[in-house]
């Protein structure tokens, strides 16, 4: 995917509180985590106002080649890619750095 576009996910929680990794979502469809949470099996995040502002402001950095992330920025995404990597099936993504920042755990 070219450097200019950028998404943010859907967040897939457990009843228990604990969140989908990246690994975990990947394994199975986007259609097997939809149905389980239509039978209420997982919940479905929503994304907040402020991941989609971060993320807003993130895209004309990108669309004009100057976004530049931080240290720790660049190996989450690098992180993501090593995750992606695992599933051929998958096309690689950009992930809102904000977003990533926020919820690490989910490269684990």
């Given amino acids: 995917m070219p450097d200019n576009h950028l998404i943010v996910p859907v967040r897939y929680r457990e009843w228990s509180g604990r969140d989908l990794t990246f690994q975990e979502i990947y394994s199975k469809s986007n259609a097997f985590h939809y149905k389980a949470a239509s039978r209420e099996e997982l919940q479905i995040v929503r994304k ?61």
């Avoid at 991941?51 to 992330?69: L, Q, S, Y």
């Avoid at 992180?79 to 992930?95: G, K, M, T």
């Fill in 48 to 108: 907040t106002a402020a991941e989609i502002v971060d993320a807003e402001r993130e895209i004309p950095a990108r669309i004009d080649g100057n976004w530049t992330g931080s240290d720790k920025q660049l190996e989450l995404q690098h992180r993501l890619r090593q995750v992606q990597a695992d599933f051929p099936e998958i096309h690689p993504v950009n992930v809102s750095s904000s977003w990533l920042s926020r919820y690490p755990h989910l490269l684990d």
